[in-house]
């Protein structure tokens, strides 16, 4: 099924003129939600650590006529953070939505965790998204609205064997989601989170056939997800069809957690 053309319809103009900030949308699961913020009729900036790899997804949108802008940030570090915002305000004077994606992985039993692969996980993930968020929350305010949505996994509810530090950092966002929905809620910003699944990108293509036999075993819908699976439910959460809804986790997941 290409599940891209079937879906875009009921996107058209959801989100016209606004402006979103999508992190780590060089492949996976952050290039899916940019695509499907443009085809909602947003102009949209996208990030990762890599120049060339995020510049090709910015070239091959703007192709097809959107409006989008790829800047190369590494949001573990702030000054690369305050540079993306300031950047964004630059070229389109707003920040409606954020989408803190960016994600990484460095799996071990924790027994044998090295501190370096818990410290990265924990900067780049969890860190890495209350940077952006505080970053934005300025001109949010300013304009009276926003919507932040935050990328967690099922294994932040869940937990997960060999993920000790990607579990801690993924829980964290869900408990970073839901104060900070408190504290902006009456400045007209909401703040939720979306936790996924298994989805098939490139984080996932390392997990044995074997293994993915199995979690397939689990999960009543009996298909991994793709990423427009996860950008469909950004994209509601961006629009106005959610302006009551904050401080919650959507989960796509083919039922995986219940
Ligand atoms: N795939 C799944 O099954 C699944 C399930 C649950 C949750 N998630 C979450 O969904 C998000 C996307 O996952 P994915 O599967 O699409 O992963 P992916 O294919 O590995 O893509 C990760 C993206 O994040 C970027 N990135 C990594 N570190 C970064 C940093 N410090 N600063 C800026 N960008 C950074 C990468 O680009 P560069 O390398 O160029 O920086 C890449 O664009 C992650 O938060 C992940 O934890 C995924």
New binding site residues.
């Given amino acids: 099924m290409d599940v891209t053309t079937e879906r875009s319809a009921f996107r058209e103009d959801l989100l016209r003129g606004k402006t979103a900030i999508v992190?780590?949308?060089?492949?996976?699961?952050?290039?899916a939600i940019a695509h499907r913020l443009c085809e909602a009729g947003a102009n949209v900036v996208i990030?990762?650590?890599?120049a060339d790899?995020?510049g090709e997804v910015a070239n091959t949108l703007a192709a097809k006529g959107y409006t989008i802008h790829a800047i190369a940030?590494?949001?573990?570090q702030k000054a690369d953070v305050e540079s993306l915002i300031e950047e964004t305000t630059a070229q389109f004077s707003q920040i409606d939505i954020l989408v803190n994606?960016?994600?990484?992985?460095r799996d071990m039993l924790l027994m044998r965790l090295k501190d370096e692969d818990w410290h990265a996980v924990l900067q780049?993930?969890l860190t890495?998204t209350m940077y952006c968020t505080r970053a934005v929350l300025r001109p949010m305010i300013r304009q009276k609205s926003g919507r932040i949505i935050n990328?967690?996994?099922?294994?932040g509810l869940a937990g997960n064997a060999g993920q000790v530090n990607?579990a801690a950092a993924?829980a964290g966002i869900i408990g970073l989601t839901k104060a900070t929905a408190k504290e902006v809620g009456a400045r007209g910003i909401t703040v939720n989170a979306v936790?996924?699944?298994?989805?098939?990108?490139?984080?996932?293509a390392q997990i044995s056939e074997q293994h993915q036999k199995q979690l397939l075993e689990m999960i009543p819908l009996r298909e991994f997800?793709h990423?427009e699976d996860?950008a469909d439910a950004v994209c509601f959460l961006a629009s106005d069809a959610a302006r009551y809804i904050t401080g919650q986790t959507l989960q796509v997941d083919g039922g995986m957690v219940m």
């Fill in positions: 992190t780590g949308a060089s492949r996976g699961i952050g290039a990030c990762s650590r890599s790899a995020v940030a590494d949001i573990s994606n960016a994600g990484i992985t780049t993930n890495g990328i967690s996994s099922v294994v990607y993924k936790a996924p699944g298994f989805i098939t990108t490139d984080m996932t997800g990423p996860v």
